[in-house]
């Protein structure tokens, strides 16, 4: 069973169709003590980090995240909700969840060919393995949707990047979470082989 984080973020039956599509059962909750008790968590999101925090402090959702994740529940964070999972976000300052060291940045692209948000099909290159990122192979695209990306502190914490004007982090994870600024959810076959891994890992990496 896969608990789906509703924090008033967006995009939560996407992801929940997306699971069922195969063959995933899958419930959305707005309830810390939900979130604490589930065997696997998927933190989607679309929109602006400052009032997406806003709601989880209001609702404990906050705290019961960080508690989940404490506690060694496997935890798969999409879009916003792979941004809001570091400590900061030049989106607004708004302490943001802190599951690992870093900071949320904005595109800065010198090529005036390039659009912010940076929206549709893009490649994404594993740079360090990872179980939720087995088979996928170099020019494999996904589907992105955003005007910040993560920048973790750690350079092990980044699984993938993706070229847009340069490099930037489009996968990272840390012990048992792991998270991908594209939209597994909306990136056909190969964003629902995604989902499907995700429901066996156990939330163990593959290397340290």
């Not at 809001?84 to 599951?99: D, R």
């Not at 929206?119 to 594993?126: E, H, I, P, S, T």
Request: proline residues 6%; aromatic residues 10%; charged residues 20%.
């Amino acid at each position: 069973m896969i608990t789906i984080i509703d924090y008033n973020a967006g995009n939560i039956r996407s992801v929940q169709r997306a699971c069922a599509e195969v063959g995933i059962e899958a419930v959305t909750t707005a309830s810390p003590a939900d979130v604490l008790r589930a065997d696997r968590l998927i933190f989607p999101g679309v929109g602006a980090a400052p009032s997406a925090m806003d709601y989880l402090k209001k609702t404990g959702l906050d705290a019961a995240l960080v508690g989940a994740f404490n506690a060694g529940t496997p935890v798969l964070g999409i879009c916003l909700g792979a941004q809001i999972v570091l400590e900061s976000s030049e989106e607004g300052p708004q302490k943001c969840l802190g599951l690992l060291p870093g900071k949320t940045v904005r595109f800065r692209l010198k090529d005036p060919r390039l659009k912010i948000p940076h929206m549709g099909w893009n490649g994404v290159r594993a740079v360090r393995p990872h179980p939720l990122l087995d088979g996928i192979q170099e020019g494999d695209e996904f589907y992105f949707v955003h005007s910040f990306y993560p920048r973790p502190a750690r350079e092990d914490n980044v699984y993938a990047v993706t070229d847009y004007g340069g490099d930037f982090c489009s996968a990272l994870g840390y012990k048992n979470l792991f998270a991908a600024q594209f939209h597994p959810e909306k990136s056909g076959r190969l964003g629902l082989q995604l989902l499907e891994r995700f429901t066996r890992w156990d939330g163990s990496v593959a290397t340290g």
